[in-house]
């Protein structure tokens, strides 16, 4: 009797351990999965000329979540004259970064990530400008 009282005890208290720990879950927690989300993003503007993304200047914060990886993360931007990020490390539960449009046209800008293991995972930005559509004077008879 006094066996298993101990063993029930003993399982009772492995149980309690287990589920203070939290079980996992953490965005930031899974080292086997390593992603920024989202990975892909595109922004357009309607503007006259070629490649003039200039009304998109200070357009943002657009916000990125490091998902799984080890951290610390290192945030490496790729074209600092097009695009502005917050940050040069990430860590924490949660890790985000922010970024902000420069005003330059480009397909991709790259922006690297890289957690503790020198895992590496991107985002791919698209910024790009249309054209507007030509408005023709009606002609009268």
């Not at 999965?33 to 309607?46: G, I, L, N, Q, R």
């Not at 990430?90 to 922006?111: E, M, Q, S, Y």
């Amino acid at each position: 009797m006094l066996k298993q009282t101990a063993r029930v005890a003993g399982s009772l208290a492995v149980a309690i351990a287990l589920a203070s720990c939290g079980g996992g879950g953490d965005i930031a927690g899974d080292s086997t999965e390593f992603s920024v989300s989202p990975s892909e993003w595109k922004v357009s503007t309607v503007a006259v000329g070629k490649n003039n993304c200039t009304g998109l200047n200070g357009s943002g914060p657009y916000v990125f979540t490091i998902i799984g990886g080890q951290a610390p993360f290192r945030i490496v931007n790729a074209v600092p004259d097009a695009l502005t990020v917050d940050k040069t490390e990430a860590t924490g539960k949660d890790p985000k970064f922010n970024v902000w449009l420069r005003g330059r046209c480009g397909d991709p800008f790259i922006i690297t990530v890289l957690d503790y293991h020198s895992r590496t995972t991107v985002v791919e930005i698209t910024v790009e400008s249309e054209e507007p559509e030509d408005t023709e004077t009606p002609t009268t008879e």
